[in-house]
């Protein structure tokens, strides 16, 4: 019956994909995406806007600072306008249609209101007096469909998302549908500041207002980059605004990827390496059964090939669905692919997914290179003793997963109501993993309460830090050490290190240097000679 050790032994492995595969996805992203992405973010994001306190003192706001109704609009006049509606300079008739003169506009951008229906909450009787009604949080159940306000045209009147195109949205707060109350801002810039005008007399926003979406998306000829942007200003039931953006900017495989000659001939290697792999993986599940599931190894085989499979298949969805630039330019070839707004939302949701699956992948392969590491005797002995406390560690993680969830829970109740990162369970925990990594705001928990966290702080440092992360280190140790006497005492097996040294050593003697080669060859025994462990050392050591 064949072991586990034997089923590892049994590998073809990918020697070259990690070297075809970065030059065949290379082209996915690059730092002109990221500019981009920087740039048209600072520009919506960054600006500040004045407004006026109750003493009627001038405020600096930004957009995370939006807090109120009067906020809002005055973001939307002056910011909103002013950033979409830039001329370029002698390009009269383009002002509306491009940002940063380089960047055009594939649709108009929409602004989209969901709201909430009145009366699904009750008031308790004591206080019937002070409400005459109320608004529950956002939920597709309780969403008002009907018209309102002047009750006449798409801003006053629900539409659903098949005409909206709009998708469904996770907010900071709720989950939101694609249908709503919107309207599309206008290539003129005075008929869009009319236009907003207009709704914020008539009061567009009221206290059924859940969540504002403004969403539009900009393609760059340039470098084949598209950047789909969404606005959100979400409304809680408990007042005030909470305002997010998302700027998801690809670089367009379709046009930039497929057009190189020897990034295609990569990608066909990694294409013909994945089938050549699934099919040694497949021989290996016939021949072992139930013992391939024994083996690590073998699931580091098994998701290279899963994620592999399903790159190519993304991949072949882009081929399929998105219209070639090839002999025409690349404005006409996405003008064919993107027929409406949310053609959009899945052209960039198909690019980001195939650089996510390339990152998984390519993190796999480099794992498993780790296999064949044997180069020298410490690098033997790194990788024999992770596999030695590889059980240990692993049981003694979920010992710490217990450990730290107790504290994320303890932090998520003690500070959930005033700090942001233990407001809910989730950040919770993330805040107490930044604690392991000494990165965290004590000045805002101190504030919080100074007493609490103090404790909390010491007891944490305590618990995990000292008590757990030692052992943790201890148990890496002694295996390391087992496995170093053990290496000591066995025979001693070549490395490739021997090899690359023993092929410079006849190098340095055919160019006439014989005495160093041999004083290359003396230094190398004597240092084998140092490290070799004899009984009497084994003996002095277990007494």
């Known amino acids: 019956m064949p072991t586990s050790s034997s089923i590892a032994a049994i590998d073809p492995g990918l020697p070259s994909d990690p070297i075809v595969r970065p030059k065949a996805c290379s082209s996915l992203y690059s730092y002109e995406t990221f500019v981009v992405n920087r740039e048209i973010s600072s520009l919506f994001v960054e600006p500040t806007f004045s407004t006026y306190s109750e003493n009627d003192y001038d405020v600096s706001l930004k957009f995370d600072d939006i807090i109120t109704m009067s906020h809002f609009w005055q973001y939307f006049h002056s910011v909103l306008c002013d950033k979409l509606y830039e001329i370029p300079t002698g390009v009269e008739k383009e002002n509306g249609t491009k940002l940063l003169y380089e960047n055009k506009f594939l649709f108009r951008p929409r602004v989209r209101q969901v709201r909430v229906e009145e009366g699904h909450c009750a008031i308790r009787n004591q206080f019937k007096g002070l409400f005459q009604d109320c608004y529950v949080p956002y939920d597709t159940k309780y969403e008002d469909k009907t018209s309102f306000g002047p009750k006449k045209g798409t801003p006053w009147v629900y539409t659903d998302g098949s005409k909206t195109q709009g998708v469904f949205y996770q907010g900071e707060i709720a989950s939101y549908g694609p249908g709503g109350f919107y309207f599309d801002f206008p290539k003129n810039k005075i008929n869009a500041k009319k236009t907003i005008s207009d709704l914020e007399h008539d009061t567009w926003l009221n206290r059924g207002t859940r969540a504002v979406f403004v969403d539009f998306a900009i393609y760059n000829c340039n470098i084949n980059v598209v950047c789909a942007v969404k606005l959100v200003f979400e409304f809680p039931a408990s007042g005030g605004i909470v305002s997010s953006s998302s700027f998801r900017t690809v670089k367009l495989y379709r046009y930039a990827v497929a057009d190189s000659l020897l990034t295609l001939i990569g990608m066909l290697a990694v294409v013909g390496f994945i089938i050549y792999f699934t099919i040694e993986e497949v021989f290996e599940i016939m021949y072992f059964r139930k013992n391939y599931i024994y083996a690590f190894w073998n699931y580091v085989d098994f998701s290279i090939v899963a994620l592999g499979w399903w790159a190519i298949g993304v991949a072949s969805m882009i081929v399929f669905k998105e219209t070639s630039s090839s002999g025409s330019s ?188 041999v004083r290359r060859r003396s230094d190398r025994l004597k240092d084998e000679l140092d490290r070799r462990i004899t009984y009497q050392n084994v003996y002095k050591t277990l007494k």
């Open 330 to 517: 690349p404005e006409s070839a996405i003008a064919k692919t993107v027929a409406n707004r949310m053609s959009v939302e899945f052209l960039v949701a198909r690019h980001e997914t195939l650089v996510t699956l390339t990152a998984y992948l390519f993190f796999f392969v480099c794992v498993k290179i780790i296999k064949y590491t044997d180069l020298n005797r410490s690098m033997t002995i790194v990788y024999l003793s992770v596999g030695r406390c590889f059980k240990i560690v692993a049981g003694y993680l979920v010992m710490m997963v217990f450990v730290v969830s107790a504290f994320a829970t303890l932090g998520y109740f003690a500070f959930g109501a005033q700090v942001k990162g233990f407001s809910t369970m989730y950040d919770s925990v993330l805040s107490s993993l930044r604690i392991l990594m000494r990165d965290f705001d004590y000045r805002t928990l101190q504030d919080a309460d100074a007493w609490f966290t103090t404790f909390f702080f010491v007891f944490f440092t305590c618990v995990v830090i000292f008590i757990l992360l030692t052992m943790l280190v201890a148990i890496v140790f002694h295996a390391y050490f087992d496995v170093d006497v053990e290496q000591s005492l066995e025979g001693r097996q070549p490395y490739v290190s021997d090899k690359v040294s023993a092929f410079v050593d006849h190098i340095i003697a055919k160019i006439g240097f014989n005495k160093w080669a």
